[in-house]
């Protein structure tokens, strides 16, 4: 393995954080590149950079500004750039830096922990280290993700794949059920399935414009009796994700409980409704679908909700762009697609 120069981008989260008696939070000491260099010693010449030192679940989209700019600055400087991030929110922070450094030429890999570094049964070091070997081991270009499984796997998940992991097991997951690959002694293996693109691909895009996140995207889930009329929109966000149920339906009862009703309400404000997620546009639907669609709904297909709440938040905050046609391009391979 090569001695490679790798900037570590430490944002916080349970990777960066000590435990305290019975409370866990943020810490200001380096604690896993201290941890890495004690078991490994120095085969990695690491600059570390901190735009922020917060517990993820306090990430907004204002600090995805700015971590993005804190990205741009330091494209140049490295063989591949390390992001240490909570595990709370990592999918939605995944998702951004995929979408916007899409054109990367050096990878960009985002690690996290699920208990602080040095508590037993932790797989922060075993991320980081992973994340290290795919730096200074492989000739590849892209956003990546990668945790360790409860089977002992380091596996790779395409940045804009990954979805929020299982309340239960901790376990992250990628959109559609197929990771991008995993690291088996110390190399990148990639599993060969339709919906993960060749290498190749992933080099050759532009970056997008860092702008300014300051219009709100406001994200529902639905559930048994929810009720429209406890959302006031007279905030007035930009745009609402209304996510669906797997076989894409949502209520249609008349009154409060009632999905259309509520996107001509939003409509009426001004307020794009889009619906995630579908598997196709066309074909048979279910009438509670269609009459959803027919009420105004905008629907998204074959994307994780987090990577569309992401794509969304970039579509409604881009200057001259039509965010209808923003949402229908596949911008760092979150829509899958087996054709």
Not at 112 to 124: L, M, Q, Y
Not at 234 to 254: I, N, R
Not at 289 to 294: D, P, T
Not at 298 to 320: D, G, H, M, W
């Amino acid at each position: 393995m090569k001695k490679g120069k790798i900037t570590v981008v430490m944002t916080g989260g349970t990777i960066g954080s000590a435990v305290k008696g019975n409370t866990i939070d943020v810490s200001n000491e380096p604690i896993v590149i201290n941890e890495y260099k004690k078991i490994f010693g120095n085969d990695a010449d690491f600059n570390i950079v901190r735009p922020f030192n917060i517990l993820s679940e306090n990430i907004t989209p204002k600090v995805w500004e700015h971590l993005g700019r804190t990205l741009a600055h330091i494209q140049d400087e490295s063989d591949g750039i390390i992001i240490t991030h909570g595990t709370d929110t990592l999918a939605y922070t995944s998702a951004y830096v995929s979408m916007v450094f899409r054109g990367t030429d050096k990878p960009i890999v985002m690690v996290s922990g699920n208990f602080p570094i040095g508590t037993e049964g932790s797989n922060g070091l075993c991320n980081f280290r992973s994340a290290v070997e795919l730096i200074e081991n492989e000739n590849i270009t892209g956003v990546f993700a990668i945790y360790r499984d409860n089977k002992g796997r380091n596996i790779v998940h395409l940045g804009s794949r990954l979805v929020e992991a299982d309340t239960y097991t901790d376990q992250f997951y990628s959109y559609g059920g197929c990771p991008y690959g995993e690291m088996e002694n110390g190399h990148f293996v990639r599993y060969a399935n339709a919906v993960n693109p060749k290498a190749f691909l992933l080099k050759g895009m532009e970056n997008i414009e860092i702008s300014a996140l300051e219009n709100r995207i406001v994200m529902i889930r639905p559930y048994p009796g929810i009720d429209y009329g406890a959302f006031d929109m007279s905030s007035k966000p930009k745009a609402v994700l209304h996510c669906m149920y797997h076989s894409g339906t949502a209520s249609v009862e008349e009154g409060r409980h009632s999905l259309p009703e509520f996107i001509k309400r939003c409509n009426s404000q001004g307020i794009d409704v889009y619906l995630s997620c579908y598997k196709s546009e066309e074909g048979t639907r279910y009438a509670t679908a269609e009459k959803i669609i027919q009420a105004g709904g905008i629907p998204l297909c074959n994307i994780s909700t987090e990577a569309a709440y992401v794509k969304l938040t970039l579509a409604y905050n881009r200057r001259n762009v039509d965010p209808r046609e923003f949402m229908k391009q596949n911008i760092y391979f979150e829509v899958l697609d087996t054709r």
